[in-house]
């Protein structure tokens, strides 16, 4: 799949990944990248353009869906603060030689943490890469020992886990013992991380999704379907423009 690249051949702005896999012209609207049209390696550019606009009303609209399911604090750029939900810990961000904010103008309950990002608060990569780095350290301090946890308590083993920055998934099991989790999972309400990582537990013995494994599930966690209904919403009190993270 070749690299993404910005066109701007319409008066709509739209990502284009030419792929070798794609069959025929489609787009989506995703959170953070905005519009993707992804192509076929042979298909004419000149006829995206025209593509793009022709589905302009259902793509305003799900642009439109987006802002609104995205919380006010994260439509603003540069960002000014980030709200880590799962430790109860508001990051008040600043750039360079600024100021760090007061965090006592906030009036949520949650401790403060000053984070000073040394990119240009106008590059969105570079801002959103600096500030996905340092989740990622706090998420490394906190995700694996609240897994161990639940994994001596339900009496379950994994080999190893890591902390990655999915785009689609909270957390993934492999046939290896690789246990994978999210580092965006900070921004989710402690019993939605729980139950992400009793789920990813209940894979070591169920790797599917079968009956057997919601069963074992329920067991780990009782309530678990209303959870993962819960969880389906979650994605909203992510930042959207984390996607531009490198």
């Given at each position: ?13 739209y ?11 489609s ?15 042979r298909?004419?550019r000149r006829?995206i353009p025209?593509?793009v606009e ?16 995205t ?17 109860s ?27 000073n ?15 996905a ?5 706090v998420?490394?301090q ?8 639940h994994?001596?308590?339900?009496g379950?083993?994994?080999?190893r886990v ?7 998934v ?32 209940a ?12 069963r074992?599930l329920e ?5 678990a ?5 819960r ?16």
């Amino acid at each position: 799949m070749t690299q993404l690249s910005l066109e701007l051949e319409s008066s709509l702005d739209y990502q284009l990944v030419v792929s070798p896999r794609a069959k025929r012209l489609s787009l989506r609207v995703e959170a953070g990248r905005g519009v993707v049209v992804t192509t076929p390696k042979r298909y004419p550019r000149r006829d995206i353009p025209g593509f793009v606009e022709a589905n302009r009303a259902w793509i305003e609209q799900a642009l439109d869906d987006i802002e609104r399911r995205t919380p006010p604090e994260y439509r603003v750029w540069p960002p000014q603060r980030l709200h880590l939900n799962a430790i109860s810990k508001t990051v008040l961000i600043s750039f360079g030689a600024e100021n760090a904010p007061d965090g006592h103008k906030d009036d949520r309950t949650d401790t403060f943490e000053n984070l000073n990002l040394s990119a240009d608060s106008g590059d969105k990569i570079a801002v959103a890469t600096e500030i996905a780095h340092y989740l990622k350290v706090v998420a490394r301090q906190v995700l694996p020992p609240a897994l161990e946890n639940h994994a001596r308590e339900k009496g379950v083993q994994y080999k190893r886990v890591q902390i990655r920055g999915q785009r689609s998934v909270w957390g993934s099991y492999s046939s290896s013992g690789t246990l994978s989790l999210n580092y965006k999972l900070l921004f989710l309400p402690p019993e939605l991380v729980d139950y992400v990582l009793l789920h990813e537990l209940a894979h070591t013995l169920y790797l599917d999704h079968s009956s057997k494994f919601w069963r074992q599930l329920e067991v780990f966690q009782p309530g678990a379907q209303a959870l993962d209904k819960r969880l389906s919403a979650a994605g909203r009190d992510v930042p959207p423009w984390l996607e531009w993270a490198l």
